[in-house]
């Protein structure tokens, strides 16, 4: 009955991520549904599943709209320059293609991890956007491991969906939202029972 209540909100949730993000005409509105539909999701696997998920996804959506639309800019900005370096590399040759490809992907996989923890870390901290920008940004070298974990779960994720399209529309964007962001939530609260027990100051709650 767990399973099929997780698998039930992971499809309802990626069509009110979709939504979402159309209502925000995708560029305003993505981030925003993501961080929404991700804390319905945490929820969930908790074992505290919504019972209204259409009110609580519109209401955390409207509360944190702002935020989290300008916590997206830099994963836009990034977005854009490595569609155009992507198209750069697929016309160039030679060493310097190589060279292009190898940062692309080195690039890429730095923002997923990133990406994977940024709602998770926002979930927890209310602290400003510099604040964590800085976190997130610095997440992959802080955590390689649930770095690591977090790209070899994408890339199955990627596997199985080139198999199994029908997957896409029913849980493209919620099934690596949930996944990474338990990956992501089970290192946060590690660091959590750390600070429990640490004089030195908490590590993760405290972004600057």
């Known amino acids: 009955m767990v399973f099929l209540r997780v698998a039930a909100h992971v499809v309802a949730v990626n069509l009110l991520v979709v939504a979402g993000a159309l209502v925000g005409l995708v560029l305003a509105g993505l981030f925003p549904a993501l ?57 160039a040759d030679g060493p310097v293609a190589g060279a292009m490809l190898a940062g692309l992907t080195l690039v ?6 990133a990406l994977a923890h940024l709602f998770p870390v926002t979930r927890r901290s209310d602290d400003g956007l510099l604040a964590t920008w800085r976190y997130v940004a610095l997440a992959p070298l802080l955590s390689p491991l649930t770095g690591l974990a977090v790209l070899v779960t994408l890339a199955a994720l990627a596997v199985v969906a080139a198999q199994l399209t029908v997957l896409v529309p029913l849980a493209g964007l919620s099934l690596p939202l949930v996944l990474s962001g338990w990956l992501v939530d089970h290192r946060l609260d590690a660091l959590d029972a750390l600070d429990a027990t640490d004089p030195a100051g908490p590590r993760s709650r405290s972004l600057g």
Do not use: T
């Open 35 to 91: 961080a929404s539909g991700g804390r319905l999701l945490a929820r969930a696997v908790a074992g505290e599943p919504s019972e209204h998920l259409w009110r609580d996804f519109w209401s955390g959506y409207r509360a944190g709209f702002r935020r989290h639309a300008l916590l997206g800019v830099p994963f836009w900005a990034v977005g854009v320059l490595l569609a155009v370096d992507l198209a750069v590399v697929q016309v």
């Open 108 to 113: 890429g996989a730095w923002s997923a991890v």
